[in-house]
């Protein structure tokens, strides 16, 4: 094959030639396989080219997880342009807001979410980007803009060094930032990822069922013979020595730098599926990334946004999938769904979680309700390209609470003066590595406040416990995570802010059986003014995702000040955090 000198476009081609027919997405009734993947996104690489997008242009696109989100963001990274996901769930004045501040040149969506593109773009007047909108029924211009182009790879030169998306997070204080990630942290982490299941993996202690399902799944010539030797006292401790998991992510990293890994990695696809995980939240946009430079992913989705247990189980049963992976929310929808005891439930071998902390009890009952599956929870932050740590748990007997297992890249915990604590003492934790990010968009102070000396301070509360692994204690920054949506109070409070009866606002979390966490509005109103807290809650509504809008809002005499002002919030959380 010819070789690309694009990163994106030499995976695909490699993709395309050793694995041409495989599935690569399954959208309900469509397929695709890479060869025609790879075909469409050259297609719309050139076609882009052809109307003035530029190596380092910025590509937004508001799709939910559909083929097309797959197709433009790779059409960019071929074009040598930086992919910028949007949040589907944004109103207009936040598309608008991360549209200026990414500089995008282009913007494509999906007519579903026309309110948020099309107010942003008009509010942006002489600013706005040029669009392309993907319609359900023809004619639609996306599929015109496709069909226009050349089925050429345009050969557009990237390397490791370039970014090769922008993740827009929240932060605690300010507006969203855009955290630059690089090809080159992708395939770090992904290096380092496999190479840590490999090795703890060979560690666990399967049960026969677990073990066979295992070599059903990867049809490895001789791997029936050799998988039973894991067990072995010898091959553990193989398996454990630090010096075997370096070899096997330096082998990996060299693999992963090839196209031809394709040929390996397809002999032994998996399909994935992520119902509750949207791709413009980097937990699992990088899985889109792995499953390009690792060769063996078949993305499986719903053409709906919304996460419908009913609708999730059924497609399990349907299309198979190998691994699933949901918030804490949606498992806990999906263990609680009356369908669950009469679906065929089998082929999911390995159920992830992420983006907030799963409990042992609901570990517990995923087991129950997806007999013989391996548990992989994780952690992460869109600065690290994400994961920092992960756990494998295969039995019940083994799961602990708020335990986000071992980290696979250097980790610390320290006090307030950056100095490292002992095992067992809680601090913020931070992390160092190749995968760590190129920086925040645009914000140089931003960058600064959030590193130290090569360290990136995560803002999260934390202890190593007696057996080396990462409990998670509680969250420094003031975030709220509610159903694995971050909710960042200062955003909220300026919205609430505006409304001419409110004086004073405070915005905290407070727990919530459904949602993990719920947005509260705690208000001070105006000497005379009055306004009910349905009044409130649709004035957000206005200029905020439904998620971000407060689910309660309590209005009070008077909220606590420090001597110099400020709202206390550990008092607002003590007086209204329950309840």
Aim: glycine content about 10%.
């Amino acid at each position: 094959m010819r070789y690309s000198p694009n990163v994106t476009g030499n995976y695909l081609g490699g993709l395309a030639a050793h694995n041409g027919g495989g599935d690569a997405v399954i959208c309900g009734p469509r397929r695709l396989d890479w060869a025609a993947l790879a075909r469409r996104v050259n297609r719309l690489a050139s076609a882009m080219i052809a109307r003035g997008v530029r190596p380092g242009d910025k590509v937004a696109f508001l799709f939910h997880n559909t083929p097309a989100f797959i197709e433009v963001n790779f059409a960019a990274q071929v074009c040598g342009a930086v992919p910028v996901p949007v949040n589907y769930r944004f109103t207009a004045p936040e598309a608008e807001r991360q549209l200026r501040h990414s500089d995008a040149a282009a913007l494509f969506y999906d007519e579903r979410w026309a309110a948020a593109a099309e107010g942003a773009v008009a509010a942006m007047g002489e600013d706005a980007p040029w669009t392309v909108v993907r319609r359900r029924d023809p004619p639609s211009p996306y599929d015109e803009l496709v069909a226009s182009g050349s089925d050429v790879d345009p050969g557009v030169p990237t390397g490791w060094d370039d970014v090769a998306v922008m993740i827009y997070t929240g932060g605690t204080t300010g507006p969203p930032k855009g955290v630059m990630l690089t090809y080159g942290a992708h395939r770090e982490m992904y290096a380092a990822l496999l190479s840590q299941i490999i090795t703890r993996g060979a560690r666990l202690d399967l049960t026969d069922e677990q073990l066979r399902r295992v070599i059903d799944t990867m049809p490895v010539p001789g791997l029936r013979y050799l998988a039973p030797l894991s067990r072995s006292r010898i091959a553990k401790r193989v398996f454990g020595h630090p010096r075997t998991g370096e070899l096997v992510r330096r082998s990996l990293f060299e693999l992963l730098a090839r196209p031809e890994w394709a040929r390996v990695g397809y002999r032994f696809a998996i399909r994935y599926m992520t119902p509750s995980m949207p791709f413009f939240h980097d937990a699992s946009y990088q899985m889109l990334m792995l499953g390009l430079m690792a060769g063996n992913l078949t993305f499986v989705l719903s053409d709906s946004p919304s996460f419908d247990p009913a609708v999730v189980l059924e497609t399990v049963e349907r299309e198979q999938p190998f691994f699933l992976a949901n918030v804490p929310t949606g498992w806990k929808k999906l263990v609680d769904h009356p369908d669950v005891e009469r679906r065929d439930l089998s082929s999911v071998r390995v159920a992830a979680t992420g983006t907030g902390v799963c409990s042992a009890a609901l570990k517990r009952r995923i087991m129950a309700a997806f007999p013989g599956v391996i548990i992989i929870d994780m952690l992460g932050q869109t600065e690290m390209t994400p994961i920092t740590s992960f756990r494998i748990d295969a039995s019940p007997a083994t799961v602990k609470d708020r335990s986000v297992g071992q980290t696979i890249v250097e980790a610390r915990v320290v006090d307030a003066q950056g100095r490292e604590l002992a095992r067992g003492e809680a601090g913020e934790i931070w992390y160092r590595g190749s995968t760590v990010m190129k920086g925040y968009y645009k914000d140089r102070d931003g960058t600064a406040a959030a590193t130290r000396d090569g360290w990136l301070r995560s803002g999260d509360l934390g202890y190593i416990d007696e057996e080396g692994e990462l409990r998670i204690v509680d969250r420094l920054r003031e975030c709220i995570n509610t159903g694995g949506e971050k909710v960042f109070p200062l955003e909220v409070e300026e919205v609430l802010g505006q409304h001419p009866a409110v004086e004073l606002v405070c915005v905290i979390g407070v727990p919530d059986e459904e949602w993990g966490e719920a947005v509260r509005a705690v208000v001070q109103l105006r000497p005379g003014r009055r306004a009910s807290t349905r009044e409130l809650t649709d004035f957000c509504r206005e200029q905020l995702a439904g998620y971000k809008t407060p689910r309660s809002v309590v209005v009070v005499p008077e909220l606590p000040l420090s001597p110099v002002g400020k709202v206390l919030r550990a008092r607002v959380r003590e007086l209204h955090g329950t309840g």
